[in-house]
């Protein structure tokens, strides 16, 4: 099971880097609450973008290998980012909206999933 949610997690970050990368400003105006966060920037997007790829592609590594390390190398940039977005979230008054809710499905859960995973592996609980 746990294998099986850091390739899915992994597989979702590759989808999100070539979302970011291939169609930049479809990601920009579709996606709640990126647009008040500030004007659109390609550069910016663009490194989020391989951010992602690194983090899918160490989950990836990290799955087929069943190895702790780059399982939880490809989890940090997810974690990070979740933990900026929760203060994001405080700082706007903790509202329970479409923008909250995009925020908990696309970018807390995916994140916390593939770290608890990950860790997994370290306590040899990983399907084989």
Request: proline share 5%.
């Amino acid at each position: 099971m746990w294998r099986g949610i850091l390739i899915g997690v992994a597989i979702m970050n590759l989808g999100l880097a070539g979302y970011l990368w291939f169609a930049p400003h479809a990601w920009y105006e579709g996606t709640p609450g990126v647009a008040m966060m500030g004007p659109f920037n390609l550069h910016f997007i663009r490194d989020v973008a391989l951010a992602y790829l690194a983090s899918a592609g160490a989950l990836g590594w990290g799955a087929w290998k069943r190895n702790v390390t780059a399982a939880v190398f490809g989890a940090a940039w997810p974690c990070f980012h979740a933990l900026f977005h929760i203060w994001i979230w405080l700082g706007r008054g903790v509202p329970f909206d479409e923008i909250a809710l995009v925020n908990l499905v696309g970018i807390q859960l995916p994140a916390w999933l593939a770290l608890m995973a990950a860790l997994q592996f370290r306590q040899g609980r990983a399907a084989r």
